[in-house]
């Protein structure tokens, strides 16, 4: 069983910097991509940024390009999101996921850590 555990989350103020953490861990796992969600509340999970495992090739959402990064390093079993800029607007519970294979979608997930950006 592999499991997913995000961390870094927090209070910051608008304009601050977080930087989250998701370290995997459990059986050898094969990953296609590795991604972050967020959901805010009364609003539906949306995506955020991923990566994929092979070409590290990633995808961002529009609203967080040019101020979220996402990274990892494979050594360590750990992704990150490096948030800059952050908006009230980003305050959500954010969870990373595994999506196995290109031929499923993200279906391992975290517990989630919450971001809150104060204005």
């Known amino acids: 069983q592999v499991q997913l555990v995000e961390s870094g989350g927090g209070l910051v103020q608008a304009g601050g910097s977080l930087r989250l953490s998701c370290a995997a861990s459990g059986r050898t796992f094969t990953t296609y991509a590795m991604g972050w969600f967020r959901q805010a509340p009364g609003k539906e999970r949306e995506s955020v940024a991923s990566?994929?495992?092979?070409?590290?090739?990633?995808y961002y959402a529009d609203s967080v390009k040019g101020r979220f990064a996402i990274s990892k390093d494979n050594a360590q079993k750990t992704m990150y999101l490096q948030m800059k800029s952050l908006k009230p607007e980003d305050t959500a519970v954010y969870y990373c996921?595994?999506?196995?294979?290109?031929?499923?979608?993200?279906?391992?997930w975290g517990q989630g850590t919450q971001v809150t950006v104060s204005s």
């Open positions: 990566i994929t495992e092979s070409s590290g090739s990633t």
């Open positions: 996921a595994i999506r196995s294979s290109v031929f499923t979608s993200f279906n391992v």
